[in-house]
């Protein structure tokens, strides 16, 4: 993955573009908090720390602190969009299924859905903070918290996706990634025609599939 992110990235250029923020979230072992790095400080070691699968790799250091994936305490991370954001709208794009039909049975199946329990956990309760409570989360709520002026929206491809293993997940076949990638761009423009006249106007994301998914 090192050697691919440093091929086909160039840091120096995402570093310099002052026209999008960049925020990546990895997870740090010791202390078992979230860190976000900055597009400003953004290079290879760093990305491969957001990505770093415990069960997989081996945690990747960073300025001295180990580091796992980020899924584990932003997937993603909202709260500096909400803050850091001049739009008006946050749009969620979600790729991790959060409701099965199915029950796992095999040790590799069960290990893949204990691994997407964990990795939503981060999300609705961010998502239920900043639709309840006022758009901040526990821990950065105070005296002076203000409500949330953003407008939040969900282009969720669970449906498609819930279908799908745990060998789906370590597949890099072309037909597969394109299959995917026609999936992603169906349900985007699905949302646009459905929901699209509501941005800048009102919040489209639904909490019940994200809370209540089988209601």
């Known amino acids: 993955m090192r050697h691919f992110l440093a091929a086909t990235i160039d840091f120096e250029r995402v570093r310099a573009c002052d ?11 010791r202390t078992g908090t979230g860190k976000l790095f900055r597009r400003h400080e ?16 081996a945690a990747v250091e960073v300025d001295g602190e180990m580091y796992w994936d980020g899924s584990y305490v932003a997937n993603p991370p909202l709260a500096p969009l909400m803050a850091h954001g001049d739009g008006s709208d946050i749009v ?7 409701a099965r039909s199915d029950i796992p049975r095999t ?4 290990a893949n859905r204990a691994n997407e329990i964990a990795f939503n956990i981060s999300f609705v ?6 639709q309840y409570l006022g758009g901040a989360t526990d ?4 005296a ?13 491809g669970n449906e498609h996706l819930a279908e799908h293993g745990i060998s789906a997940k370590f597949s890099a076949e072309l037909p597969f990634l394109q ?16 929901q699209g006249a509501h941005i800048g106007i009102k919040s489209t994301l639904d909490p019940m599939p994200v809370f209540y998914a089988d209601l």
């Open 179 to 194: 299959t995917l990638h026609d999936l992603g761009v169906a349900s985007a423009d699905a949302w646009l025609r459905e």
């Open 139 to 142: 821990e950065a709520r105070g």
């Open 42 to 57: 953004m290079d290879v070691q760093r990305l491969l720390a957001s990505a770093c699968l415990p069960t997989v790799f």
């Open 144 to 156: 002076g918290a203000t409500p949330a002026t953003k407008f939040l929206h969900l282009i969720s």
């Open 92 to 98: 969620i794009i979600q790729n991790n299924p959060i």
């Open 107 to 110: 040790v590799a199946d069960i």
């Open 125 to 130: 309760r961010e998502v239920g903070a900043l």
């Open 19 to 29: 026209e999008l923020e960049l925020f990546v979230a990895a997870t740090n072992v």
